[in-house]
């Protein structure tokens, strides 16, 4: 449950400090003035772009990277896993399908 949350939320704050930095640049800062007159819109849509971005790039190059890269970069140097069908113990889904099926009844 971890893994997926650190894999979200390391990429975001690293492409977020990416932002902010590429933000103090002075050579960048002519182009601050146009942002800002795009509207309120414009900072959350290029921050969405970098983290995006960020996010792709080391994701490709994470099979290339050594675990402790990989962590400080994405979070964890797992992949996430998630439950299916396939993989959810028989038991519980059964009991998955009763709570998502109605059950038919006799005067059907």
Do not use: C, N
Not at 1 to 30: C, H, K, N, Q
Request: proline share 9%.
């Amino acid at each position: 449950m971890l893994t997926p949350i650190l894999r979200t939320i390391v990429p975001a704050l690293w492409g977020s400090f990416i932002g902010w930095a590429l933000a103090l640049l002075p050579i960048l800062e002519p182009l601050r003035g146009q942002l800002l007159a795009y509207g309120d819109l414009a900072v959350p849509v290029i921050s969405a772009v970098i983290i995006g971005a960020w996010y792709a790039l080391w994701k490709w190059l994470e099979p290339k990277l050594p675990g402790w890269l990989t962590r400080i970069l994405l979070g964890s140097a797992k992949t996430p896993t998630y439950l299916t069908a396939d993989t959810i113990p028989g038991e519980v889904l059964e009991d998955w399908h009763e709570v998502t099926r109605p059950r038919h009844t006799a005067e059907e």
